[in-house]
């Protein structure tokens, strides 16, 4: 494929009129499957399904339906309204089948036809939509303890976020709270013979961000340690098209990382940014290009407040809002709890078959941030600070504040080569702050 940093004007035009609102989904047109692929109705799947792993590849059934036993390596699995599997391995015990499963993109499954959010001529379809609600989402991991929140009316979402951790003589924090504005997004997916015909996926993004952030020593201390976080998601919703479910996602990552060196330091700081416009990309047999509407207003930035003597340095990055679509091992995990949420609570069953499906149970890797079997569009606010400490010759501080959009694609989604574009940069912008604005300070 040829990379193209833009898209011809009524490319631009066609991702502005297919906006899919948060609360509206739409089926596709009629599919035909692939000659691989075994399709299990959803009746079937809630009888026989009695187990699912705690990672989602190994799948238990209790069932002498001809579809499930007869399984083999290499067929692809589509339990309707559930989602589609590629099997690794089938392992067999009286009524008992043991399937080994991992990631199956759309053309492995779908021969010939067309996905589209919105098809004005189909109804709408969507399984169920969720916000965390007035008590939000708290939790703890790697020493990271958190707590997300939002709340979703009409198109509009408003969410917020607190990250802490002790670890050690340092304290960190950073809280964030942002609006979104007429969320929604795009989607078209045409494959003919099992091959990716056209891509489209783009999605508005208007809102605001402002993060608060503060790090202070009480002793000797080693670093914060795991410095990212993956917050939980704040905004989902299940869309449905001929039977395949489809996760829409609104999420909020961070990276933290102090660099504090004396024994009773404390800098606290923080800023809001402003974004709006619309992103994605599209593509064709021939080419790709990105849909890089998007713009940023100058970002405002506190004043830092800092006790440390030493010289000393914060870098804080949010990846807040990042929106994506994905048809994969998520989804399918969503959809199952929706309908068969016993096969979940049963996770035991299915985990003690794993060892025993041995190398046929291959597992895609998970990645931090990552959107797995997926599309995104994302925003990124990257700040970082030095200061040299009021001990220095002449006290310096450097603050550089990015604003960055960005889409992709997960390889896997679309059954696309490893060599196709990823990801596209849609807005890239440093504005830097030098105090006192002296070349003994440093570079900008």
Known sequence: MRSHTRLSPWLLILASLF???????????????????????????????????TDGHVLVFNSTDPRIVNLAAGKILLLEHLGARTVTGVLRQGPITAVATNSAALTDLVQEGT???????????????????????????????????????????????????????????VNGKGEMKNNGFSFLAAIHQAKLQKLLFSTPIEGTLRIDWAAMTSGPNTGIGENRLEMP????????????????????????????????????????????????????????????????????????????????????????????LSFGLTSFMEAVNQLVSNAIKNKSSADAFEPRLGASLTKDTHAYFKTEGGAYVQWVAEYDYTGSGPMSMVPCTITHMRMLANSGID??????SDKSPAKFDLYDKTVTTRIPDLPICGQK
């Not at 003597?309 to 809002?321: E, F, K, S, T």
């Open 411 to 416: 390889a896997k989604l679309l059954g696309l």
């Open 233 to 324: 998601v704040i905004f989902k919703e299940l869309f449905e098209a001929n039977g395949l479910p489809f996760l829409y996602q609104i999420g909020a990552n961070l990276i933290f990382t102090p660099g504090l060196g004396g024994k009773k330091d404390a800098v606290s700081g923080g800023y809001e940014v402003k974004f709006k416009g619309t992103g994605g990309f599209t593509a064709n047999a021939q080419e790709v290009g990105a849909i890089k509407e998007m713009e940023a207003d100058p970002p405002s930035v506190k004043d830092t407040t800092s006790s440390a003597l030493a010289p000393h340095g914060i870098v804080v990055a949010v990846n807040a809002p990042k929106v994506s």
């Open 115 to 173: 996905i589209q959010f919105p098809n004005t001529g189909s109804a709408p379809t969507i399984r169920w939509q969720q916000d965390t609600d007035e008590y939000g989402l708290t939790g703890e991991v790697n020493d990271w303890k958190f707590h997300v929140q939002s709340n979703a009316e009409n198109n509009d979402l408003d969410y917020s976020f607190v990250a802490a951790k002790d670890l050690g003589g340092l304290s960190a924090s």
């Open 19 to 53: 906006i899919v609102p948060a609360s509206v989904a739409i089926h596709a047109a009629q599919l035909q499957w692939t000659p691989a692929t075994v399709v299990v109705d959803l009746d079937t799947a809630q009888n026989a399904l009695i187990s699912v792993s």
